[in-house]
């Protein structure tokens, strides 16, 4: 009874060059640990057949890291250490989250049903040196939970019937993962890009365009990052802040879940920092800077807002809007601070702003140009519809000038966008906020020095400045309000 189970589970085995297309399908950028070792070969001799993926590696800490690349230009080189310290070179991993990162392909729900059924096994490694060097021990296969800690070298071992789960993504070109888009869309969607490097992708978002999907949204910005940006990698594009969807300009995402770790945690810090008093231009390791143009003229040139905002829900629970809140014992609030400054008014009655957000809160610039300053962004009905209910277009006599019957005429861009009807000489303006400029940290180089040194100088690393060109709309909001 044993020879015919025997000869049917030989006759099943695929041949070892499968396991290895897999794992480097799966972990393309460590191609060279993707086989089998030499010294598992013995186990398969004894009829023990195991999927192995590649041996734990020390990860960076993402999250350290990106709070030391704040706490360095915050507080200075002076107050604190250079260096990255080890808790930036090390975070814990679980055993679940290093089988879901080795192989993106199978379901995270069979992953957990493999775990649960407690077929999942861990083999320590320990190194021994000898006359010939350093040579690896074979330890004993145990069992693992999910949660238990991966440690360097341990090598976690599946049944190697998860090979024959279909990988479908693989048989699918980069572009076209999991959202099927034209060749048109795919070229609008690249033609965005500002900045790309290993670590980080930069794009000019435009407006109307959502950021995440929801009810109602057919396509977003995060879904089609993930068929037309991810290039070569493995993983998609990650979002690391928000923009509204009827604003535009510069939005950055992490191209692995290591560099979005580390931005996340510099959003964050950037906030945490405004909130203690901390808004030094030359100090702040994450500068954004919006163009707005907003109705009538605050009443001074620049200024520093400070005003806690709260959500309020209306239309009986239909929807909500934030507002500044007086008594936070009434209402929960989160502090807000925006910097402004006056960069043009040379039309009456409009005034062109640059505001620049220390804290990252919802609607935080928009309901403070309408609520503090009193005067509302150009095309916020949201916030500023009382001063849009007596809106009259502006006047404008150059040739440029197109009237709106003109532009439903004009043909959309792909997802039907549409760049250029929405300025101040319309009857219905479009919102006048954009992303005009920002400054970061280089994550990648940061990345790539404590990856070579663990002690690497922080201190002293570059910055990335990126700047947006205004959408066509408020580039002709511009040159009419300058004319």
Request: charged letters at 25%.
């Amino acid at each position: 009874m044993m020879g015919p189970i025997l000869l049917r589970r030989l006759l099943l085995r695929p041949p070892p060059s499968s396991t290895a297309r897999l794992c480097i399908s799966a972990f393309h950028n460590w191609r060279s640990y993707a086989t089998t070792e030499t010294f598992h070969e013995d186990r398969e001799k004894r009829g023990e057949k195991w999927f192995t993926l590649p041996p734990f590696t020390a990860t960076i800490n993402g999250s350290a890291l990106g709070k030391e690349l704040s706490r360095n230009r915050s507080y200075g080189r002076d107050v604190i250490t250079k260096t990255a310290t080890a808790s930036t070179t090390s975070t814990t991993t679980t055993a679940l989250k290093w089988v879901t990162r080795c192989c993106p392909e199978l379901p995270r729900s069979l992953v957990q049903k493999l775990f649960r059924l407690r077929q999942v096994r861990r083999e320590s490694c320990d190194m021994e040196c000898s006359g010939e060097g350093v040579e690896a021990l074979e330890r004993p296969l145990k069992r693992v939970a999910a949660k238990d800690s991966m440690n360097v070298g341990d090598r976690i071992h599946l049944p190697l019937s998860v090979q024959e789960f279909p990988n479908d993504k693989q048989e699918l070109p980069n572009d076209k993962k999991e959202c099927y888009c034209s060749e048109e869309e795919v070229t609008f969607i690249r033609s965005l890009e500002l900045y790309k490097d290993p670590a980080i992708i930069v794009i000019n978002k435009p407006p109307g365009m959502p950021v995440q999907g929801g009810i109602g949204i057919k396509r977003s910005l995060d879904e089609l990052a993930a068929a037309c940006l991810s290039y070569d990698f493995s993983e998609p594009p990650r979002l690391v802040h928000r923009l509204d969807r009827d604003s535009s300009g510069i939005l950055v995402m992490g191209r692995t879940q290591t560099s979005a770790t580390v931005l996340h945690s510099i959003f964050r810090e950037k906030t945490f920092g405004a909130s203690n008093d901390e808004i030094d231009d030359a100090k702040r390791i994450l500068q954004r800077r919006y163009w707005a143009l907003v109705i009538g003229s605050p009443r001074q040139r620049k200024g520093l807002i400070s005003a806690p905002l709260g959500k309020v829900v209306v239309d009986n629970g239909k929807s909500d809007r934030i507002t500044i809140v007086n008594d936070s014992q009434t209402l929960p609030s989160q502090h807000a601070i925006t910097k402004y400054k006056v960069i043009g008014s040379p039309c009456p009655g409009y005034t062109w702003l640059e505001l620049t957000p220390l804290t990252g809160r919802k609607h935080q610039l928009r309901v403070h140009c309408a609520e503090v300053l009193r005067t509302p962004i150009v095309g916020d009905y949201k916030y500023g519809w009382q001063t849009h209910r007596n809106w009259k277009p502006l006047a404008w006599s150059n040739n440029e000038c197109h009237s709106d019957e003109e532009f439903p005429k004009r043909k959309n861009l792909p997802f039907d966008l549409n760049m250029e009807s929405g300025s101040v000489s319309e009857k219905n303006p479009r919102l006048h906020l954009h992303c005009k400029q920002m400054v970061l940290p280089n994550v990648n180089l940061a990345l790539q020095n404590v990856k070579l040194h663990s002690d690497s100088d922080l201190s002293e690393l570059e910055s990335l400045e990126l700047v947006a060109a205004l959408p066509s709309f408020m580039q002709r909001s511009w040159n009419i309000t300058n004319s």
